[in-house]
């Protein structure tokens, strides 16, 4: 099979080496998959081909950008490994009506270091910022701590184009964006993206605010997230706080559009700031909370969940203004996932969360959600070659 | 998953790999060479890994130093005899010249440099 491959990618574009095979069995989860080779296309029309190819043969293909999903997302389980880290060109830039155009596996922070000089940026930018191809930002339909007035990333998007699982290529306007944004690959390739972009806005200021208790916490949260100058309102429960360096206590930073409404406005200090708020769950891990679940929590039912966890002592932080919501645990308390998720449900959330269903979030999943993912395999992956065995 | 702690898995390490971003394979970034060392299979990727930290200095906290790790596995592949040819001109030349590159005089720009 390897050979068919590489008259089609070249030597270069084609491995099943035991060393890739080894190392691409892995992403961010810590899941350990396996594959029996890894392709690199670099041509809209190699992976056309395969995906003929793969139909005939009845192959199946796993999608990778930069393999840091947290669910299993890129762990392959026998799959073929298509990495797109190599189809990464920029298109077209058009400065002027702030778009640009480009294929799938261009980082997020090498196209808005690129955007810099023009004062522009693609202004969703998740936690895992720093290693995101533009691609895994789509599939997984990213969202960050200011997306309660930003949106998510399909929000930022004019269209995009996929082959799906029969080969075709398809353009999808904004309409249809709901069948590829957030569906982790099950539904079609993204080869291209145009993308809106925003003017950079570096008139920012942050505030600090503890609390003893949830429901001061909560209701602060709300009442701020209702005020036109805020951007962002993170959480962090006490252990969370006390990892940034800051009062153990119940603990909100809210973010404003403007250099009067916070305390520190130093541009240094607040991309410090973020960047510690991103970077809590590897603190976390640092003290052996390896786990790192999520989901979404409706506003009204946030104090009960931020209690409920305080009663089962599971640590937390997140966007108290989206009711996103991060938890650690150890290995030895892994166990406790269970019962999280099926206390997500039955207050009305969405295991989904931030980072998407994978594989270690597939026995959440419910019937209306599974039943969206088969309507969308009929329709565009009948032969279940793209990504098979996530999210269901 | 004894090197394999979650900082090293998220990838982050690859943002700023100078190796990485040259080869853009997994097995050529820090996270892939970790791998590869937990399951303490040598191989020659781990002579592309070029010390320079920014792994780092640039990713999220880690708990273990992959530079320890990465140089480790290259003493392992030396005593399997799995060198490459720079490797081998270069320790040549030390233990005759007492000089990488081979008989320099004061100020001389070597012919050929390489690197491991």
């Keep these: 099979m390897i050979q068919w491959f ?23 989860s810590g899941i350990e998959g396996q594959t029996p080779l890894i392709i690199w296309p670099k041509d809209v029309r190699h992976i056309a081909h395969i995906m003929l190819f793969l139909r005939r043969i009845g192959a199946n293909i796993l999608i990778r950008g930069s393999g840091s999903s947290l669910v299993g997302g890129a ?3 026998g799959d073929i490994v298509m990495d797109l880290t190599r189809f990464n ?6 400065d002027q009506e702030k778009t640009i155009t480009l294929e799938p596996g261009v980082y997020l922070k090498d196209m808005n270091n690129l955007l ?20 895994g930002l789509i599939a997984t339909n990213a969202l960050d701590s200011r997306s309660k007035k930003k949106g998510r990333a399909k929000d930022w998007i004019e269209y995009i184009e996929i082959i799906d699982g029969t080969g075709r290529l398809v353009k999808v306007d904004s309409d249809n964006l709901k069948f590829f944004c957030g569906r982790e690959g099950t539904s079609g390739i993204i ?31 709300e009442e701020l997230s209702r005020r036109e100058d805020v951007i962002s309102v993170d959480y962090l429960d006490p252990y969370s706080s006390d990892i940034l360096g800051l009062e153990p206590r119940y603990t909100l930073i809210t973010c404003y559009s403007n ?3 916070g305390e520190i406005t130093s541009k240094k200090e607040l991309k410090d700031m973020r960047d510690k708020i991103n970077e809590l769950g590897f603190k976390f891990a640092t003290r052996d909370y390896i786990y790192d679940f999520d989901a979404k929590i409706p506003e009204e039912k946030l104090t009960r969940f931020l209690n409920w966890l305080r009663e089962n002592k599971i640590i937390s932080s997140g966007y108290a203004d989206q009711g996103m919501i991060h938890c650690y645990l150890k290995e030895e308390t892994k166990g406790k996932a269970d019962m999280f998720y099926e206390f997500v449900k039955s207050i009305g959330g969405d295991i989904t969360g931030e980072y998407g269903v994978g594989l270690t979030k597939k026995k959440y999943v419910d019937e209306d959600y599974k039943n969206k993912i088969k309507v969308l395999k009929e329709k565009y992956d009948p032969g279940n070659v793209l990504n098979r065995g996530k999210i269901i | 998953m004894s090197y394999l702690n979650k900082s090293i898995l998220s990838g982050f390490s690859k943002a700023s790999c100078p190796a990485y971003k040259i080869f853009l394979n ?10 590869l060392a937990e399951k303490n299979i040598p191989d020659k990727g781990f002579y592309d890994y070029c010390t320079c930290g920014a792994c780092e200095v640039n990713g999220p906290v880690s708990k273990i130093s992959l530079d320890e790790e990465i140089i480790r596995m290259r003493e392992r592949l030396v005593e399997e005899g799995m060198t490459t040819e720079a490797n081998l001109k270069m320790i040549n030349n030390l233990k005759e010249k007492g000089n990488p590159f081979g008989s320099l005089k004061k100020g001389e720009i070597p012919e050929e440099i390489w690197d491991c």
């Design chain 1, 89 to 94: 060109r920029v298109i077209h830039l058009g």
């Design chain 1, 259 to 261: 250099k009067e409404s």
């Design chain 1, 116 to 135: 810099k000089r023009y004062n522009l940026e693609f202004p969703i930018k998740p936690r895992n910022y720093k290693i995101t191809t533009i691609g």
């Design chain 1, 75 to 77: 762990v392959p389980q």
């Design chain 1, 6 to 28: 590489e008259r089609l990618l070249t030597k270069s574009g084609a491995s099943d080496d035991q060393r890739d095979r080894i190392v691409y069995a892995y992403d961010g």
């Design chain 1, 191 to 221: 080869v291209k993206a145009k993308l809106k972009l925003a003017e950079i806005n570096e008139d920012e200021s942050a505030s600090i605010e503890g609390f003893e208790y949830i429901e001061e916490l909560t209701a602060k949260a």
């Design chain 2, 26 to 35: 997994e097995a050529k970034s820090p996270r892939g060479l970790m791998i």
